[in-house]
């Protein structure tokens, strides 16, 4: 399993950033996707998911109205639009896999697969 996340990078305040993932060396259509955020100082957190076949999203409420995430089952792609960035999006972004396949969570722990993470800096 690999996942390469692309696409951090600076930002001011209310700016906006794409962040995507290519997988590679799983069926990935069988798989539900997630994006993960650790700031300095904190744990790891859950940003959105995607289950396999895209139909729902999951959110979390910091990001609700502002991230979309979005999967391509062919190019084996995962990416995450950014909008209305604020300071507190600062962080190291993952992309990530479920253990299972056809299995959806929200929970790190259900997540056994990490991309090397991406920095995004949202400067006030």
């Known amino acids: 399993v690999q996942l390469q996340a692309s696409g951090g990078g600076l930002v001011q305040d209310g700016g906006s950033l794409r962040l995507s993932c290519e997988a590679s060396g799983f069926a990935f259509s069988n798989y539900q996707m997630g994006w993960f955020r650790q700031a300095p100082g904190k744990e790891r957190e859950f940003v959105a998911a995607i289950p396999w076949r895209g139909i729902t999203r999951y959110y979390a409420d910091s990001v609700k109205g502002r991230f979309t995430i979005s999967r391509d089952n062919v190019k084996n792609t995962v990416d995450l639009q950014m909008n209305s960035l604020k300071p507190e999006d600062t962080a190291v972004y993952y992309c990530?896999?479920?253990?299972?396949?056809?299995?959806?969570?929200?929970?790190?722990?259900?997540?056994?697969?990490w991309g090397q993470g991406t920095q995004v800096t949202v400067s006030s």
């Open positions: 990530a896999r479920v253990v299972r396949p056809y299995v959806g969570s929200t929970r790190g722990r259900d997540f056994g697969s």
